[in-house]
């Protein structure tokens, strides 16, 4: 079976965000990145599919970006992805333009099954898989937390959703996007690293896929948020029982 | 039709996220003077018809097969509505309902989409300013969309809940005349399974109080968290580390990756105060953090902060409010 996998480069999350002061961006000077932890964990249940299939199958990662998305590329074929395919565009796109692009991949590699991240931690939209499926007129899971391949050919997803955890089948192909209880994504090993650096990473122009991307979500400024508070230190129950009463009225 | 709002309901009233929704579209809509419609989409909804109608005109599609809102089957109907009425702006509340559904609508219908909006600046008629959080609300991003249609979800937590029409104001309902065959058929709906609570939803309560990775047990989660929480008559919340020792359900996660809420009174138990955890619930209007630890950054989030064991804490409160 052939699996694909769209993976997002994201500011890393062992530093804070700053917003740099023009409002155009986040400040990414020397700061770290990393592969979109669902989009992680999607990859680490491709590979799982795939290994565990009795007929094996390929699992193929993508990235739309420029040369610098090849770091978070290397990483996915180092945790053990077949193959990496860079779409390359330097325009910043919108979700919807996102999907417009990996649709035109999907066509050009035919997978049964798209695995993607429920949600990227930078813009945290987490349209792009459900946009995807709507291009291709696929069925899609969202939010998945279990995937089962039953006998008759179908796909079984447990979904978390708002009011509980959701059971669905689906046909292939579809669409199925992971939440963070779907797996615990491994660590690259020394050795794949070192083996990684000779599987190829193919770089596809994004005009090649027919597709002028055009972004109408467009951003105006960003802005860092401030969330510090006066926190008043209370001595013991009473005294916070009785400011929340008079003070903060709240009870 | 205009603005459309997409409804979440129960089968008997409209969820109040849905009412925040109607909020920001009847601010919309009033830029060319109309009033937004209602969308109702379920089985059975004669009851729900009657709330809906309350606050506006309501479009219904009511059938067996939208008894379960699978994405394929609802996204299809609401492009359906979308192009045959000539919708120029669909609102609906930021739920893991419509983050399933409407991206697929937008692609259906290439609409541009803005998701989990937090204020929304309708002033002027074309051109209306959007911001999100992003980043884990570490930034918040002012963004415009082009073109039509458009296609908007806005947090609950950051609008009031829409007014019902004046009772003398009439309201009319339209029954979508669904075209049953050519509705997809390759999801099947298994079950759905859900840990059910006495306590109010998560995303509605006025107060929540929350539990991080000091609760070792179920057990204890109700009796610390669901002990003070039904003491104040409150939802019970969690961080991400309860929900993946397995001690909580995910529904019940507040965070980035979880449910956004902004109660009156948010209580957080031995919760250290990680970004991710603080996206869900920093617009909290009073915020109570009981820790161990004096340097947790939950505190500089908090507006009142007691160091101490939550075990020792939660049972005095509890008994104090007993009295
Ligand atoms: C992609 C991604 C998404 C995430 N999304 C979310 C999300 O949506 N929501 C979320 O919550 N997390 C999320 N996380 C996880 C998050 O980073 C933190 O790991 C998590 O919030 C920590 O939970 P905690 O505060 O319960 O645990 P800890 O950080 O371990 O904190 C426990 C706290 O309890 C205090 N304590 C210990 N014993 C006691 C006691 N007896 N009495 C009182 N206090 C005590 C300690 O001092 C400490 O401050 C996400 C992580 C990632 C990578």
């Known amino acids: ?251 | 039709m205009e603005t459309l709002v997409l409804a979440e309901h129960d089968g008997k009233t409209l969820r109040r996220g849905t009412l925040c929704a109607l909020t920001v579209a009847r601010d919309l809509a009033s830029r060319s003077g109309s009033k937004p419609v209602i969308l109702l989409l379920g089985r059975e909804l004669a009851a729900v018809r009657d709330d809906a109608r309350r606050f506006g005109d309501v479009v219904v599609a009511d059938h067996s097969l939208l008894a379960r809102p699978t994405a394929e089957r609802y996204a299809a109907v609401i492009a359906d509505i979308i192009r045959a009425q000539g919708v120029r702006e669909l609102v609906a509340a930021a739920s893991t309902f419509s983050r399933d559904i409407l991206p697929r609508v937008a692609a259906v219908v290439d609409a541009a989409m803005g998701g989990d909006v937090t204020a929304c600046a309708a002033a002027e008629a074309e051109r209306v300013e959007l911001q999100r959080p992003i980043h884990a609300g570490a930034a918040m991003a002012s963004f415009v969309l082009h073109g039509t249609p458009q296609i908007i979800t806005v947090r609950a937590a950051a609008f009031p809940s829409a007014k019902p029409l004046p009772e003398s104001e009439a309201t009319c309902c339209l029954d979508w005349p669904l075209n049953a065959d050519a509705l997809p058929d390759r999801t099947e709906f298994v079950g759905l399974e859900s840990r059910s609570t006495n306590r109010p939803e998560l995303g509605e309560a006025r107060v929540v109080v929350s539990g991080g990775r000091p609760l070792r047990s179920s057990e204890e989660f109700q009796a610390f968290v669901g002990g003070l929480a039904d003491a104040l008559q409150g939802a019970a919340g969690c961080t991400r580390a309860l929900v993946d020792a397995g001690i909580a359900p995910n529904e019940w996660q507040v965070g980035q990756t979880g449910k956004v809420v902004s109660p009156e009174l948010y209580v957080a138990l031995g919760i250290s105060g990680s970004v991710q955890h603080l996206a869900g619930m920093k617009n909290s209007r009073v915020i109570v953090a009981v820790n161990t630890d004096p340097d947790a950054p939950i505190f500089s989030l908090a507006n009142y902060g007691l160091v101490g064991d939550l075990r020792e804490i939660v049972p005095q409160l509890v008994r104090a409010l007993a009295r």
């Open chain 1, 1 to 251: 079976m052939k699996l694909l996998v769209p993976i997002k480069r994201v500011p890393s999350a062992d530093e804070p965000v700053r917003v740099r002061p023009d409002g155009t961006g986040i400040e990414d000077d020397g700061r770290a990145f990393m592969i979109n932890p669902f989009d992680a964990i999607a990859l680490e249940e491709a590979l799982r599919i795939r290994d565990s299939h009795p007929d094996g199958g390929e699992v193929l990662a993508v990235c739309i970006g420029d040369s610098e998305v090849e770091a978070e590329l290397r990483t996915a074929l180092a945790m053990g992805a077949d193959r990496g395919l860079r779409v390359a565009c330097e325009a910043s796109l919108d979700s919807l333009s996102v999907a417009k692009i990996l649709a035109g991949v999907v066509r050009r590699e035919g997978p049964a099954m798209v695995l993607a991240g429920k949600q990227a931690v930078d813009s945290d939209a987490g349209q792009a898989g459900p946009m995807l499926a709507g291009l291709l007129d696929w069925p899609q899971a969202t939010f998945a937390s279990v995937i089962t391949f039953l006998e008759d050919g179908r796909v079984q997803v447990v979904r978390e959703t708002d009011h509980g955890l959701e059971t669905l089948r689906l046909c292939l192909p579809a669409v199925i996007t992971a939440d963070l209880r779907l797996n615990e994504p491994r660590y690259a090993s020394l050795p794949a690293i070192m083996r990684a650096r000779r599987k190829p990473i193919e770089t596809l122009p994004v005009a090649d896929l027919g597709i002028q991307p055009r972004s109408r979500v467009v951003q105006l400024r960003m802005e860092q948020s401030t969330m510090a508070r006066e926190c008043v230190r209370v001595a013991d129950t009473d005294e916070l029982l009785h400011r929340l009463r008079s003070e903060a009225k709240v009870i």
